[in-house]
């Protein structure tokens, strides 16, 4: 799912030595999302201070040749006024340590901020955290969350590059890359259920969808792209539309699967796996909501 307009107005271009070529390191060209990262990033500004322009953290993700893929955000505490801007360096590592316990396979991939602002405290930043990621190009990811007049909500992402003949660390050039969301299927529930809520006139959700309904919504889903295949290979075979060998292959290989998985239990395991999701989905928002009311009491 594009999260922005791909760009090709500037293009990076690394040493021509073979031997520089193998040993520099490569970058990116594609950035990917998961909705985790993203929606940690909006609940941090959701619980900004008035005081704060905007806030920033730490990305944390896994890299491939020149994709990077940003699984998941944590907070770092940061001032930031027309003087100076301090960030807690401490703070940032020993988040760091922690979350690489659990998941140390996610590496510091660069650092979010929110609004579109980028100026010499974003290039200092950026050289923080280039310094992080030790030979790998930093990345920016700048979340416009759409609440200033004039400016529509967005995700872009950007790498670095040095700017002067003495380039200073205040000192560089933020170049767009692409930047597209990545969910699991596990996730497109809830994810579905987002969208629908945004589009609808009131833009509130009373409650979750049933599993039920979502089975059946699912169910419905799969029956409407059937009948557009079915569709397509009856216009094909009567000769009204010209059939297309990579659409067929993909078709005989899709169609033509095994059954087995179906037969030793594959259907059921998926579906436990979904009935488990949504319980604990539904306790999260029970504790939620009995964490909600005891502050309301506490502050009567």
């Not at 990116?28 to 959701?46: C, Q």
Request: glycine share 6%; with cysteine.
């Amino acid at each position: 799912m594009p999260l922005g307009p791909p760009s090709s107005a500037l293009n990076i271009q690394g040493p021509s030595t073979s031997d520089a070529l193998q040993n520099a390191p490569r970058t990116p060209t594609h950035i990917t999302i998961h909705p985790v990262a993203l929606f940690s990033i909006l609940d941090h500004y959701l619980r900004r201070t008035d005081s704060q322009p905007r806030v920033i953290g730490t990305l944390l993700g896994t890299r491939h040749e020149n994709e990077v893929e940003v699984r998941s955000s944590f907070a770092v505490l940061h001032s930031e006024t027309d003087e100076q801007v301090a960030v807690d360096m401490d703070y940032h590592r020993t988040m760091y340590e922690l979350h690489h316990k659990v998941h140390p396979k996610e590496v510091i991939v660069g650092w979010y901020s929110t609004g579109s602002n980028l100026n010499t405290y974003s290039a200092l930043i950026q050289n923080f955290y280039s310094q992080e990621t030790v030979n790998h190009p930093a990345i920016h990811v700048s979340v416009n969350t759409g609440v200033e007049e004039g400016q529509e909500a967005g995700v872009k992402a950007y790498v670095s590059s040095p700017v002067g003949t003495a380039p200073k660390p205040e000192n560089c050039v933020f170049i767009p890359v692409p930047v597209e969301l990545r969910f699991h299927d596990a996730e497109r529930s809830g994810l579905d259920l987002l969208l629908s809520t945004g589009n609808s006139s009131t833009s509130t959700s009373s409650q979750p969808v049933a599993d039920l309904e979502i089975i059946e919504r699912s169910i419905m889903a799969v029956s409407d792209m059937l009948d557009r295949v079915l569709a397509y290979v009856r216009d094909v075979l009567l000769g009204q539309r010209k059939g297309d060998p990579a659409i067929g292959r993909y078709l005989m290989d899709t169609l033509g699967a095994s059954t087995d998985d179906l037969e030793k239990g594959g259907f059921n395991a998926a579906l436990q796996d979904t009935l488990m999701i949504s319980y604990l989905a539904n306790l999260v928002r029970a504790q939620a909501e009995v964490s909600s009311r005891l502050a309301l009491t506490a502050a009567a």
